[in-house]
T-cell receptor, first 112, second 117 residues
């Protein structure tokens, strides 16, 4: 079963604009990860944020984590056509395994 | 380093048949996990292997099984295929140390697209 929901399910923006995606989850986590998937291919790891961190940056990506609200957001700044993909959050629980529990994903389309 | 490889990339089978999918992890990675992705259910965890032992299992019927070899390569088997088994099957490897869980990022292969007719 899915850990949580991502919002919005789909997002279309103009190239150069910023894109924000939100993720909510249900249980206590060790860390939360964001992945990108291009059209039916494998997933690419973007960023990992641990439960004791509140914000993390990587290039044009900014991730925040609010454990009290069980939510995270992914911000992509200055979007490019190549950012068109599906984005998934995935949580790792505190229960000692490597299992990723994925959200439902956001389909991002960048309009040139 | 070479990435995670999966073979075959595409498979077409008929109901009732069985199928074996293969995954070669990144060199040095001893943890291999399998996921099923469908439009209806999304990405779901199947199982994880570490040092030839199944460490975790998702909520899938016994028709889904796997194994891991001493070189960390893993195979997944689905017996008595059903139409609903049509999916993208993804394998992921991670650097999990012998001392315990590391909760690191996982590196995914390109997937095997299985179609059951």
């Amino acid at each position: 079963s899915q850990q949580g929901e991502e919002d919005p399910q789909a997002l279309s923006i103009q190239e150069g604009e910023n894109a924000t995606m939100n993720c909510s989850y249900k249980t206590s986590i060790n860390n939360l990860q964001w992945y990108r998937q291009n059209s039916g291919r494998g997933l690419v790891h973007l960023i990992l944020i641990r439960s004791n961190e509140r914000e993390k940056h990587s290039g044009r990506l900014r991730v925040t984590l609010d454990t009290s609200k069980k939510s995270s957001s992914l911000l992509i700044t200055a979007s490019r056509a190549a950012d068109t993909a599906s984005y998934f959050c995935a949580t790792v629980s505190n229960f000692g395994n490597e299992k990723l529990t994925f959200g439902t994903g956001t389909r991002l389309t960048i309009i040139p | 380093k070479a990435g995670v490889t999966q073979t075959p990339r595409y498979l077409i089978k008929t109901r009732g048949q069985q199928v074996t999918l293969s995954c070669s992890p990144i060199s040095g990675h001893r943890s291999v996990s399998w996921y099923q992705q469908t439009p209806g259910q999304g990405l779901q965890f199947l199982f994880e292997y570490f040092s030839e032992t199944q460490r975790n299992k998702g909520n899938f019927p016994g028709r889904f099984s796997g194994r891991q070899f001493s070189n960390s390569r893993s195979e997944m088997n689905v017996s008595t295929l059903e139409l609903g088994d049509s999916a993208l099957y993804l394998c992921a490897s991670s650097l999990r140390l012998a001392g315990g869980p590391t909760y690191n990022e996982q590196f995914f292969g390109p997937g095997t697209r299985l179609t059951v007719l």
